[in-house]
């Protein structure tokens, strides 16, 4: 199982960062590559088994469905339903904590997934480096 993983440190409370993290459509405010999004069949945003479905700029099409929210630990966790690169079981986590010492929030963002044995590591850094830590400079710019 490959796991694809990117963290970082956003000067701004945790309440703020996580309005925006936990709005399961909101991804083409804050994430650069995602152009247009919308929730499947009218449901609501934070509504465990809602499908986002979002086009990133080169027009590829996603679509992701949020399996468990949870306002208390401040996280959430989706599926693809029709992914962007050929892997299974895809499963993506975020989570986000406050820094005690110094003030901030400290947001966390991965993924497991299989690839194909003949493309062992490929989608790793194209999901940590081109999704994970790109939305998350994005988010954290976006917050300065």
Same mark, same amino acid.
Request: no cysteine.
């Given at each position: 199982?490959?796991?694809?993983?990117?963290?970082?440190?956003?000067?701004?409370?945790?309440?703020?960062?996580?309005?925006?993290?936990?709005? +399961?459509?909101?991804l083409p405010g804050w994430h650069p590559a995602i152009v247009r999004s919308e929730i499947e069949e009218? @449901?609501?945003?934070?509504?465990?088994?809602?499908?986002?479905? !979002?086009?990133?700029?080169?027009?590829?099409?996603?679509?992701? &469905?949020?399996?468990?929210?949870?306002?208390?630990?401040?996280?959430?966790?989706?599926? +693809?339903?029709?992914?962007? !690169?050929?892997?299974?079981?895809?499963?993506?986590?975020?989570?986000?904590?406050?820094?005690?010492?110094?003030?901030?929030?400290?947001?966390?963002?991965?993924?497991? +997934? &299989?690839? @194909?044995?003949?493309?062992?590591? @490929?989608?790793?850094?194209?999901?940590?480096?081109?999704? +994970?830590?790109?939305?998350?400079?994005?988010?954290?710019? @976006?917050?300065?």
């Open positions: 199982m490959a796991l694809a993983y990117a963290s970082t440190v956003i000067a701004a409370p945790i309440d703020r960062v996580w309005a925006i993290i936990r709005d +399961f459509n909101g009218g @449901k609501a945003v934070d509504a465990v088994g809602a499908i986002r479905s !979002f086009y990133l700029a080169d027009g590829a099409h996603v679509r992701e &469905q949020l399996v468990a929210l949870d306002d208390l630990e401040h996280s959430l966790s989706y599926i +693809f339903v029709k992914p962007a !690169f050929p892997v299974t079981e895809y499963v993506s986590h975020i989570r986000v904590a406050p820094i005690t010492a110094g003030g901030g929030t400290f947001v966390e963002w991965s993924a497991r +997934f &299989q690839e @194909k044995p003949e493309d062992a590591g @490929k989608y790793v850094d194209a999901v940590a480096n081109g999704v +994970f830590a790109a939305g998350l400079a994005a988010l954290k710019a @976006k917050l300065a």
